[in-house]
């Protein structure tokens, strides 16, 4: 049986990996500096997240929420401190979209309302709600088109912002940290406090999508954490597992769960809470935000001085940098010859990297030789 063959592939395979490398069959190296779409948080392989998920697994690997599952509440325990939302609630599912799915449905079941506000660019995922409020028309099938209405403004317009409200049944502002896949713009502090007042002024709830922007990625925790406020719900997934698949949704202490109004087979199973637990211990233990803000702050002055970069954008290490043109064949040039991984997004001129988030400047400098070397 052939693959339904939906992903354009570089002609690699990777057989092992380590810290910030991946290596194919020939035990060549790759620096990673997109770990496979900003997955890899704590890099790979990293002893404190093989030996938990090793000893859980040979103790239970799965059982659903028809039972007690103490390791979530563990989770949800250092998950709210680490973040400083430790007041609100946890509910746990298996990928990006799936979070966004159900942000979506909480707000509209809390509000009793279905239009939602989302923006240029954005990208939430694939499924029905999280592609309703996805800025890429070409992604949806004839079936996806008869959905809830959506208002899609331009961040950071305020005046945009108060047109969308002129009626009062928005049930959700949805919004990214960081946007990814569009390009790394940003919303301001000035306007994620204003998305706040006017979201508490009308009774809509605002949803922060750190799905790629959080897990420290920024050198905060979340991305939003850049205002003085706090979302109504938060979705998350890629970083929270290191590559084990789990998503999870922080849900304000105001709105109230009822039973079999979300729930997922897969969701909370002990493998992925193990998993997201040792991401977590090792972010603590290993200050990796602060090493997310200071390495990619010195890397973003660094590449900043280099004549042939317009601009990089983002904060921490979730950057997008620049070039006077299409990134293309610079991106399979670094990894063919200067075997770096690289990402890319909506802008064709932007490249984009989302690296461990323990990777140090010094490993970075191949990369950054590799830029001066092309456009010299
Ligand atoms: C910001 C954002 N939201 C949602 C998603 C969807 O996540 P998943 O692919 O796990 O469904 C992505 C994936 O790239 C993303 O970057």
Do not use: W
Request: hydrophobic share 45%.
């Amino acid at each position: 049986m052939p693959l339904f063959d939906v992903y354009p592939k570089f002609d690699l395979q990777l057989t092992a990996a380590k810290g910030v490398y991946v290596y194919d069959a020939n035990q060549q190296a790759y620096l990673d500096l997109y770990g496979g779409h900003g997955v890899i948080s704590i890099g790979h392989q990293h002893p404190t997240y093989v030996a938990r998920l090793t000893a859980q697994l040979n103790a239970i690997g799965f059982y659903s929420n028809a039972v007690a599952i103490p390791l979530q509440e563990v989770l949800a325990q250092q998950l709210g401190q680490m973040s400083s939302y430790e007041d609100y609630q946890l509910f746990l599912c298996n990928s990006g979209a799936e979070a966004n799915e159900n942000a979506l449905k909480i707000a509209s079941f809390h509000t009793g309302k279905k239009r939602v506000v989302a923006f240029r660019n954005a990208f939430h995922g694939r499924t029905a709600a999280a592609l309703n409020v996805t800025d890429s028309a070409s992604l949806a099938a004839p079936l996806n088109q008869q959905n809830f209405p959506v208002t899609f403004l331009d961040l950071n317009a305020p005046e945009q912002l108060q047109a969308a409200f002129r009626t009062d049944d928005v049930c959700a502002v949805i919004l990214e940290g960081i946007q990814g896949v569009g390009g790394l713009d940003f919303p301001t502090a000035e306007y994620l406090t204003l998305l706040v007042e006017t979201c508490q002024k009308h009774g809509a709830l605002l949803i922060a999508d750190e799905i790629q922007s959080g897990y420290g990625r920024s050198g905060r925790f979340f991305a939003h954490q850049r205002a003085n406020i706090q979302a109504d719900i938060i979705t998350l997934a890629k970083g929270m597992g290191n590559g084990f698949p789990i998503g999870g949704v922080l849900i304000s202490p105001t709105i109230s769960p009822r039973f079999g109004m979300l729930g997922s087979t897969f969701g909370g199973n002990h493998l992925a809470c193990t998993a997201a637990i040792a991401v977590l211990d090792v972010i603590e233990t290993e200050a990796l935000l602060q090493n997310a803000l200071e390495v990619g702050q010195q890397l973003k002055v660094t590449l900043e001085s280099l004549p042939q970069i317009q601009q990089v954008k983002g904060e921490g290490l979730m950057l997008g940098i620049e070039l006077p043109f299409a990134i293309k064949t610079l991106r399979r040039e670094l990894l063919q010859k200067h075997h770096i991984f690289t990402g890319a997004s909506a802008n064709p001129n932007l490249l984009r990297i989302l690296p461990p988030l323990n990777i140090t400047f010094e490993q970075l400098q191949p990369f950054v030789e590799a830029l001066k070397k092309i456009h010299a």
